[in-house]
């Protein structure tokens, strides 16, 4: 007996640990179905019952079961709540359920609708199959009646607190299905018999897809239980009477139900298209936006017909929910339009209008009192639960009876959100203790057991006046209650399922953001994308990674910026921050400008990691306005010092700038301090204080002020700039080099300003040093006409020192560098006439021919082919020199005159340089242009050695009143001059012998100009 007695308190011991343990629920979604799943331990006995939508689920422990596992719902199931002994599941309209065991677990998968569900008779009109009972037909449940205005209405949490719906009404005993090894006690069935006419509720499937269809009293007793999954029996209560045929009912019955509300699309002035919703008199309304959606929910149940709306472009997608006492409208809303609601009477109209447009309803107007939040609205109706479409969590709606104030902004809290609506008020509840009622005049938003907290005293903040839109949840709260929000969402991923867990994680790496702890962020969002291959693709995940690599310095991280997400105002924000940390100030400056109050809203943590680097990407920018308030919100805070200085110099205020910068380098944050320094010496520089030598002194001292990225690359290209300013290139040259050694990946960028410092050292050296140092780098001259005019300026400041073997050799070594083509071919054009230039024929044709390549470009051909002919006249074989430069045409005509007259032949060389002349001479009796002036000068020459009268007198007409020098012009009117032929002419000739006299003194400036530039 005694050992019977301690065995028994060891049973009651362990059947007491057993109660206490937790029943958790998981949820998944599935191709074709949502499945929710009840992690029992030992399989237990359960029964279901179905009425329409809505599912009741009894199981021996209803208390044990733990719901917080079955906040994200999966697809097809509405609503879970926990309702007086049973769990309830409202499934979306014209979903079908299923069930099995898997070992102790229980599953339920909700299917999707099937595309014939409306076209299916009614369960109870089917025939009976094998092994089915027929489901009785139940009555729809009636609405409730909505409450009176001064009456308080109250909506929760459905896990946690709320209070006890009313009792369900049971399916008749043929519907009760009971799974399980052992029985368990019957509810009373409900006396109320069913109404005529009520729609049948749709048939309970099995796992083999069997039907309880209905069966005559006889049959039914008859009928044979079927296995629904492992080790469990389908067994069917007996019935105590069967509901009356269908075929005695009165005909259309079925058809019995209330007025539809027929929904009409109109036209309003300037607007387009709008909704109108004759819901009738007293039906109060609520509206909102949730990701792409529009929400309108009606205080109605009367179903809704949308007839033309369901083609109309700006409602696509429309459909009506129906809940509980109310009824839900969605569609897809463009991310650019907001909605306004109206009253006519008893109807309502929803008018989409542009965001930007200014609405009528003034802000809603919130307070704290005494732990809760009070929000004062015009004539409050009630308050509707349903779940969120973005998140899953209960989302408590709050209707009003009048187009009353709306809220403008998101406002975010520890436990709940407060959301911008379009009417009325909405609460995302984040906690099971949140509660919202209708009063009087107002809304009531509690949590039960603690208050409502808020960092300011007040719910309405900046944002409610300027109406910026957010993307993310990223509450402004003090940091205790940040930190509890971060401990209770680290524990909703603890609770939650591996593959359930992306949501919770970015949840939490919001919160970490607004604490001021990117890299902590970045980290929960990447343990998000490893555990959860959907959240790779999710565009909140990839733009919160974006973000957080932002405020880690990793900029080159943050692409996750360029997600494609709804426009907000927070978009605009954090894409302009990434543009100013980028360093172009002058782009990213409107959309600060245009985000500022959204940016000031920030929590602390977050916010002054962002005031710095707006408020100089403003003052930088243009900004000066916009700057100033973010400085003045901010007050006194040493990291806005450089910021502070950026502005007062954007104002001209140099004294003031000047100081702001000197506190700033004293400070201890080192890249402000080497901001700071060089912003001074440029500023310093800009004013006059500094020339560019000393601004180049000073710079160098800061070179290693900071270390390692974009900010010390960019002080070295400046100092190698005020360097060449000073006249110091080779300096400048050393220190771009330096710079590319240390920062291999940017040499390529860097290589442009090495060039440039490379060919001013070659400029301004003297000839042997520039000599040698192009020597060293020869890689670095540049290919193309800047190469070779550098190099040809090289060559002949060495020839000028008498050195043009030197200049030889340079072009030469350069020549040979380059592979064939036409760089190697200018430049040996270019070494042919330094050689012709030293009467070195041979030399001048031995550089064309290994210079020679094919398909070069005509210009560059016809200048080889000059120095070509000219190398060859010079050797004494004038006659293939000519027939060459015959051969050119009128581009060979100068050099074949040249020709032509060193043999003497001033007649064939008066005509060459004729056809020349006459091709580039401008029609008109405008002067020429001084070269052609020597030009016809010259010309003038041959055709008097010639002794071409007629021609003189001709050339004479043709061009004495367009030479415009002077000297030019005297010589040009001796040389064509008619030939004295008696007395008369004696003063003629006086004049002309007085000008043959000064005549070398005149031209001696023009052959002096000849050497210079030759």
């Known amino acids: 007996m005694r050992r019977a007695t301690v065995g028994l308190a060891f049973a009651l011991l362990a059947a007491s640990a057993a109660a206490q343990d937790r029943i958790g629920v998981r949820t998944g979604d599935h191709p074709g179905f949502g499945r929710i799943v009840f992690d029992w331990t030992a399989a237990p006995r359960y029964r279901m019952e179905q009425e329409g939508d809505r599912v009741l689920l009894r199981f021996p422990d209803n208390d044990a079961i733990d719901l917080t596992g079955a906040r994200r719902l999966p697809r097809n199931l509405l609503a879970v709540n926990r309702t007086a002994g049973a769990i309830e599941l409202t499934l979306r309209p014209g979903a079908r359920i299923r069930h099995f065991r898997n070992g102790p677990k229980v599953a339920f998968d909700i299917m999707d609708p099937s595309g014939d569900v409306a076209a299916r008779p009614p369960a109870a009109a089917t025939a009976p199959r094998r092994g089915g009972a027929q489901a009785e037909a139940r009555p729809a449940r009636e609405a409730a009646p909505a409450p009176a205005s001064g009456r308080e209405d ?30 368990m006690p019957e509810a009373p069935p409900n006396p109320a018999s069913p109404p005529v006419g009520a729609a049948p509720a749709p048939a309970v499937e099995t796992p083999r897809n069997l039907a309880a269809t209905a069966a005559p009293p006889r049959e039914a007793a008859r009928a044979t239980p079927g296995a629904v999954g492992p080790r469990s029996l389908l067994d069917v209560a007996p019935t105590a009477s069967a509901p009356p045929p269908l075929s005695v009912l009165p005909p259309l019955a079925g058809l019995a139900g209330p007025q539809p509300i027929r929904a009409r699309l109109v036209e309003e002035a300037g607007q387009g298209a709008a909704l109108r919703l004759p819901a009738g008199a007293g039906v109060a309304a609520a509206a909102l936006r949730r990701g792409e959606q529009a929400l309108v929910l009606l205080e109605t149940e009367r179903p809704i017909e949308f007839g033309a709306l369901l083609r109309a472009p700006a409602f696509a997608g429309i459909q009506a929910q129906r809940l509980a006492g109310a009824t839900l409208i969605s569609w897809t809303l463009a991310p650019d339009r907001q909605l306004v609601l109206r009253q006519e009477g008893p109807d309502w109209f929803v008018v989409p209008v542009p965001r930007e447009q200014p609405t009528i309803a003034a802000p809603l107007r919130a307070e704290i009192d005494g732990g809760q939040a009070v929000l004062h609205t015009e004539r409050p109706s009630r308050v509707v639960t349903v779940n969120d479409p973005l998140t899953g969590l209960p989302l408590l709606i709050g209707t009003v009876s009048a187009a009353a104030p709306r809220q403008m902004a998101t406002r975010n809290l520890a436990e709940f959100d407060l959301l911008e609506t379009f009417l009325g008020v909405a609460v995302l509840a984040r906690a099971d203790r949140v509660a919202l009622r209708a009063g009087s005049g107002r809304f009531l938003l509690s949590i039960e057991g603690g208050a409502v907290a808020v960092a300011n005293g007040t719910l309405e903040g900046g944002l409610a006046e300027t109406g910026m839109t957010r993307s993310f949840d990223i509450p402004s709260q003090p940091v205790p209650a940040l930190q509890e929000r971060l401990r209770s969402q680290q524990a909703s991923v603890g609770a939650a399922a591996p593959l359930l867990r992306a949501e919770p994680r970015i949840a939490a790496a919001q919160t970490l953001l607004a604490l001021g702890l990117p890299q902590e962020a970045q980290a929960m969002l990447r343990l998000a994308v490893q555990e959860s291959p959907s959240a790779a693709r999710d565009g909140r995940q990839l733009f919160l990674s974006g973000m957080a690599a932002l405020l880690s310095g990793r900029s080159a991280e943050a692409r996750g910026l360029d997600a494609e997400l709804p426009a907000s105002d927070e978009i605009i924000l954090w894409r302009a921050l990434r543009v100013a940390i980028q360093g172009e100030a002058g782009a990213a400056a409107p959309g600060l400008a ?13 916010r002054r990691r962002l005031l710095p680097i707006a408020a100089e990407a403003l003052a930088e920018g243009g900004q000066p306005a916009a700057s100033r308030r973010l400085l003045e919100a901010a ?7 450089l910021a502070q200085g950026l502005l007062e110099e954007a104002q001209g205020n140099t004294d003031a700038a000047l100081g702001a910068y000197e506190a700033a380098a004293a400070s201890r944050d080192r890249l402000m301090r080497a901001r700071a320094v060089r912003r001074g010496i440029e500023l310093r520089l800009a004013t006059g204080r500094l020339d560019a030598a000393g601004a180049a002194r000073q710079l160098e001292l800061t070179l290693f002020a900071w270390r390692g990225d974009a900010q010390e690359i960019s002080t070295r290209e400046r100092l190698a700039a005020l360097r060449r300013q000073a006249g110091d290139p080779r300096a400048a040259l050393a220190l771009l080099r330096e710079t590319e050694a240390l920062f291999p990946d940017r040499a390529p960028a860097l290589r442009d300003l090495t060039q440039q410092a490379f060919l001013q050292a070659l400029e301004t050296e003297p000839p042997l040093g520039a000599v040698g140092l192009y020597d060293a780098h020869p890689e670095l001259l540049p290919s193309g006409e800047a190469g070779e005019a550098t190099l040809a300026l090289l060559a002949d ?5 008498d050195l043009p073997d030197r200049a030889a050799g340079l072009l030469r070594r350069a020549m040979e560098r380059l592979p064939a083509g036409e760089g190697r071919a200018a430049l040996g054009a270019r070494l042919a006439a330094q050689r012709l230039g030293e009467r070195d024929a041979a030399g001048a044709l031995e550089a064309l021919a290994i210079s020679s390549a094919p398909r070069l470009a005509p210009e560059l051909i016809e200048r080889r082919s000059l120095l070509a002919a000219q190398a060859e006249a010079r050797r004494g074989h004038r006659e293939l020199a000519a027939e060459a430069l015959k051969a050119l045409g009128p581009a060979g005509d100068e050099a074949l005159s040249d020709i032509l007259a060193e043999a003497r032949d001033f007649a064939g060389a008066a005509a060459a340089l004729s056809r020349h002349l006459a091709g580039l001479a401008p029609a008109g009796p405008a002067s020429l242009p001084e070269p052609l002036q020597r030009l016809a000068l010259r010309n003038a020459v041959f055709l008097a050695m010639a002794g071409d009268e007629p021609g003189l007198a001709a050339h004479r007409a043709r061009y004495a009143a367009r030479m415009a020098r002077p000297e030019l012009a005297a010589a040009f009117e001796v040389l064509t001059a008619d030939p004295v032929r008696g007395l008369a002419d004696l003063p003629r000739l006086a004049r002309e012998l007085n000008l043959f006299r000064r005549l070398p003194q005149s031209l001696e400036p023009l052959r002096t100009a000849l050497r210079t530039t030759g």
């Open 594 to 606: 245009a985000t500022v109050p959204l940016l000031l809203s920030y929590p602390e943590g977050l």
């Open 635 to 641: 007050g006194e805070d040493p990291p806005l010092l």
């Open 797 to 801: 400041r060495l020839t000028a020192l």
């Open 154 to 183: 109250t909506a929760r949490g459905p896990l946690a607190g709320a209070p006890p719906s009313p009792p369900p009404i049971p399916l008749p005993p043929s519907t009760r299905l009971a799974f399980g090894p052992a029985p």
